[in-house]
């Protein structure tokens, strides 16, 4: 009986799991705030031009054009723009003061930079990782910007 | 022999000078002005920029980074120029305070309302955040639910003030974001707090 029982707990926990694990609705992590000429947001391996005001997700990568630039808010109000011929991947992000959790990952690949750092540098900045293909970036200071050129 | 020794090492020298000049980092001032701190750190080596205007070559990860050198205002406008033509505008934030363990406004903060509503139609944002905040009395669920409830009163007010409801979001950060830093089960009246983001 016991064991049964068990068996058909597991195997309800096994069929909701799927469910747990697909119900929560992407979040996004920021917006596009400033563009200009053709910019490309990578998204679950499909290519799709960025338009103002759009929403940026996690695991995004974003590409700009020869003529393209694009100024992108961080929902803990880090600013990134980047002008032609850049690339970078949002690889981790996450700003929940009230659960505490920070993390943000951020791989500068190529291209030129500009970088405002926002609350995650305030609140956590140990949380913030800054990748380029040459090395890494660590904030020392809360409110730090930078500019940075990256060869391709 | 050594003529063409001499050759290689020309070119190797020449080949080195240019990949040391094609990643740059320069420390910026924030837009009010200030100037922070970074360190860049290759596999060989790191260097720390805290002089706003200077400046970190590096040729490659192998390599340390070069010391700090100051670079011109001309040539760093020249090289993130299209960068900074669309670089946004710093979100503009109001702080709203609130009587102990209440929900309720200060009468100097129910003043601020009119400003949050002019800066929001200056700026013409659609993207306004209401984030509730407490001080550390209390517990973290209580904490949680009271500044939940502080950023509604604000939410009410701003959307009464003409402002759209589909222009705003609710976020709450119960005790986790103090303004002032202080131990748990303190009494702070700057941390009871709901802030207005305008971006």
């Known amino acids: 009986m016991n064991k049964s029982l068990l068996a058909s707990l597991l195997v309800l926990t096994l069929a909701l799991l799927p469910f747990t694990t697909t119900s929560a609705a992407p979040k996004s992590i920021g917006k596009v705030k400033g563009l200009r000429g053709l910019v490309s947001i990578q998204r679950d391996g499909k290519m799709k031009p960025a338009f103002p005001n759009d929403l940026i997700y996690q695991s995004d990568v974003i590409v700009t054009g020869s003529d393209g630039a694009i100024g992108i808010l961080l929902d803990d109000n880090t600013l990134i723009s980047m002008g032609p011929i850049s690339r970078v991947a949002m690889d981790k992000f996450a700003f929940e003061p009230a659960t505490n959790e920070y993390a943000m990952r951020l791989k500068m690949q190529h291209g030129t930079f500009i970088y405002q750092s926002g609350l995650l540098g305030k609140l956590a900045p140990h949380a913030v990782e800054l990748q380029t293909p040459v090395g890494r970036i660590s904030m020392l200071k809360e409110d730090t910007s930078f500019r940075a050129k990256i060869a391709e | ?199």
């Open chain 2, 1 to 199: 022999m050594t003529r063409t020794i001499l050759l290689a090492l020309f070119f190797l020298t020449m080949l080195a000078g240019c990949a040391a000049k094609e990643n740059l980092i320069v420390l910026d001032k924030t837009a009010d002005g200030t100037v922070g701190a970074l360190q860049v750190s290759t596999d060989k080596g790191s260097q720390v920029l805290a002089e706003s205007g200077t400046a970190v070559r590096i040729a490659d990860r192998d390599t340390p980074p070069s010391p700090p050198a100051p670079i011109t205002s001309e040539e760093s406008q020249r090289l993130f120029a299209d960068a900074l033509q669309v670089h946004p505008l710093m979100p503009e934030s109001f702080l709203l305070y609130f009587k102990l363990n209440s929900n309720e406004l200060t009468d100097e903060s129910q003043k601020l309302i009119a400003t949050i509503v002019a800066a929001v139609q200056r700026r013409q944002s659609k993207d306004i955040s209401v984030i509730g905040h407490t001080d550390r009395l209390g517990s973290d669920e209580h904490n949680r639910r009271l500044s939940m409830e502080r950023a509604r009163v604000i939410y009410n007010l701003l959307s009464a003030a003409s402002i759209a409801e589909s222009d705003m979001t609710i976020i709450y950060h119960g005790e986790g974001n103090p303004l002032v830093p202080t131990a748990d089960n303190v009494a702070e009246p700057r941390n009871r707090r709901v802030e207005v983001m305008v971006r």
